[in-house]
Nanobody
Framework: QVQLVESGGGLVQTGGSLRLSCAAS????????MIWFRQAPGKEREFVAG????????YYGASVKGRFTISRDNAKGTVYLQMNTLKPEDTAVYHCAARQGSIVTVIDHYDYWGQGTQVTVSS
């Protein structure tokens, strides 16, 4: 069982930056692939970024590639999402999710999800 708690969301102006954190409970964090996904009101969930258990492989959604960076600290049991050059269309609730094994970009293949943190980008 893994519990995930996101933090770091908030209100930021267009072009600004935020760093999200996702803290995981449990001793086997280093065996979990992790992703960030987001959901805006009235829209489908969208894959944002993913990182393998070791941290050696990362994937990004097309809309955030080049602006967002995912990283993890297995010693701290935390995954991060550095978001730069934010745009109003990045406004959403951001969730982290975990699964044991290899990284995949299909959100429904992740077994554990956090409650999310709101990111609002003003124009």
């Amino acid at each position: 069982q893994v519990q995930l708690v996101e933090s770091g969301g908030g209100l930021v102006q267009t072009g600004g930056s935020l760093r999200l954190s996702c803290a995981a409970s449990g001793r086997t964090f280093s065996t979990y692939a992790m992703i960030w996904f987001r959901q805006a009101p009235g829209k489908e969930r969208e894959f944002v970024a993913g990182i393998s258990a070791s941290g050696g492989v990362t994937y990004y959604g097309a809309s955030v590639k080049g602006r967002f960076t995912i990283s993890r600290d297995n010693a701290k049991g935390t995954v991060y999402l550095q978001m730069n050059t934010l745009k109003p269309e990045d406004t959403a609730v951001y969730h982290c999710a975990a699964r044991q094994g290899s990284i995949v970009t299909v959100i429904d293949h992740y077994d554990y999800w956090g409650q999310g943190t709101q990111v609002t980008v003003s124009s």
